[in-house]
């Protein structure tokens, strides 16, 4: 079982940053898959990033050159920095954790999801 908390959401100033994190429980951790998703009212939960145990990362094309995910295996934590941040970043943020070879936009390969962070961005 992994359970994950995330913090850091809030309320920014467009072209402002946040940085999230998603803390872990779990020793088997860094053999996971971690994403970092977001639903805003009335869409659908997309990816924003994912990282690898090997740490390989992913990002969504709308936020690549703004976001960075970054893993500490050693803290069992995954962080999500987010600049240059635009009103239609706002949304909840979710972390999930799954399987070494899950697919990384693919939501319902992920096995264990975090409550949200809500993050809102106002122009």
């Known amino acids: 079982q992994v359970q994950l908390v995330e913090s850091g959401g809030g309320l920014v100033q467009a072209g402002g940053s946040l940085r999230l994190s998603c803390a872990a429980s779990?020793?088997?951790?860094?053999?996971?898959?971690v994403g970092w998703f977001r639903q805003a009212p009335g869409k659908e939960r997309d990816l924003v990033a994912a990282?690898?145990?090997?740490?390989?990362?992913s990002y969504a094309d709308s936020v690549k050159g703004r976001f960075t995910i970054s893993r500490d295996n050693a803290k069992n934590t995954v962080s999500l920095q987010m600049n240059s941040l635009r009103p239609e970043d706002t949304a909840v943020y979710y972390c999930?954790?799954?399987?070494?070879?899950?697919?990384?936009?693919?939501?319902?390969?992920?096995?264990?999801w975090g409550q949200g962070t809500q993050v809102t961005v106002s122009s």
């Open positions: 999930a954790a799954g399987p070494q070879w899950v697919v990384a936009g693919a939501t319902q390969g992920y096995d264990y």
């Open positions: 779990g020793r088997t951790f860094s053999r996971y898959t």
């Open positions: 990282i690898r145990g090997s740490g390989d990362t």
